[in-house]
């Protein structure tokens, strides 16, 4: 029985409505447990701020400093990994954090809390890609298109990207200027591909 494949693509686009913002902490001091002691009392006055948002993540990392194969002190690091979904606390939060002058930041990446609606409206754009292709060939080989045989995922099926990338920087300028970054949340780009055949009628 001859059949025609066709791939079909579909893309929707959504506003994103959670946010993630990573952001590291960081002491030094002549030996480990100091470093430690002293980003103890650095995010001592970080954990009060974030009691209104999900922290993902809480990781420590010490090391020691080298120079010349010389140790030269120990370096010790907390890293948050935080979900924002009430967007409208994300550049309060924001503020908040580099007040505390943290050493490194990036954010904020958006996501969609829920993404199954719009990954099932890109699938249905994906299908009816395909199908309208295949309804093309077989319209130029004088042929009917028959019954759908079989469909599946294409380079991993649905999936989702900001239209542009997350900010990133170190804490360098004043606090102040993080309310002139206006950070909106970006619109969503969900895609979703698939492979299908049909069988070919006379």
């Not at 994103?16 to 480990?32: I, K, L, M, N, S």
């Not at 010389?70 to 007040?99: E, P, T």
């Not at 954010?107 to 994906?126: C, M």
């Not at 309804?135 to 469909?151: D, F, M, N």
């Amino acid at each position: 029985m001859a059949e025609v494949v066709t791939k079909g693509t579909g893309e929707v686009e959504r506003t994103a409505d959670r946010a993630q913002v990573d952001v590291t902490f960081e002491a030094v001091g002549a030996e480990r447990s100091e470093a430690v002691s002293m980003l103890n009392q650095r995010i001592s006055a970080v954990e009060p701020l974030l009691a209104d948002f999900e922290v993902r993540s809480r990781q420590l990392s010490v090391h020691d400093n080298w120079d010349n194969n010389q140790r030269v002190g120990s370096r010790a690091q907390q890293q948050y990994v935080i979900w924002v979904s009430d967007l409208d606390k994300l550049d309060g939060l924001l503020a908040d954090l580099v007040q505390n002058e943290p050493s490194w930041v990036n954010g904020p990446s958006w996501t969609l809390v829920d993404d199954t609606e719009a990954i099932r409206e890109a699938q249905k754009e994906a299908v009816a890609d395909a199908l309208r292709r295949a309804e093309g060939y077989a319209s130029a080989l004088g042929r009917r298109l028959g019954p759908l045989l079989r469909i599946g995922d294409t380079d991993g099926g649905a999936h989702y990207s900001p239209r542009m990338a997350s900010a990133s920087f170190e804490m360098a300028g004043p606090a102040g200027m993080v309310d002139q970054l206006n950070l909106k949340a970006q619109q969503i780009t969900v895609s979703a591909s698939c492979t299908a055949a049909w069988s070919l009628l006379d």
